[in-house]
């Protein structure tokens, strides 16, 4: 199986408009980072160790960039390039646990990079990444959780 498949535009509809139906939506147990140097080869190397510690092997993750082709991305499975980094590069880069539990959001304009769910904050450690600066915002536990709408 490849690392990288790209979505049908049905699934990429689907995911984004869920998105944004939470416009402004801050997720349960998530830290915001300052993005405070472009490092993107670190940046996704740490990111994929992570995603591989809190992933099952076989299990996928959204990968979005806006206004470009979207993939499902399964991280144990071996790849030479990303194609989409997890750092954005002018527009939002998302990677999202298939079941919304865990993921990071890039936001390009802030910049900044939204960390959530307690098994990633813990596996993708902050002061590992030179590219991460201080804490914007934060959020704990939410007690109904996140579910995929639709």
């Known amino acids: 199986m490849a690392a990288w498949q790209e979505m049908s535009d049905e699934e990429e509809r689907a995911i984004w408009e869920s998105i944004a139906d939470r416009s402004g939506w801050l997720p349960p147990d998530s830290r915001t980072y300052e993005i405070v140097l472009w490092d993107k080869a670190e940046s996704n190397r740490r990111a994929l160790e992570a995603f591989r510690s809190c992933m099952p092997s076989g299990g996928r993750m959204y990968a979005l960039d806006w206004q470009h082709p979207c993939y499902w991305f399964y991280p144990h499975e071996p790849f030479d390039d990303w194609l989409i980094s997890v750092l954005p590069d002018g527009d939002f880069h998302h990677f999202l646990s298939e079941d919304l539990t865990l993921g990071t959001l890039g936001h390009p304009w802030e910049p900044s990079l939204c960390v959530f769910g307690r ?7 902050p002061s590992q990444l030179s590219c991460l600066g201080r804490i914007l915002r934060e959020r704990g536990p939410d007690p109904n959780g996140l579910t995929p709408k639709g």
């Open 119 to 125: 098994r990633l904050l813990q596996a993708l450690d």
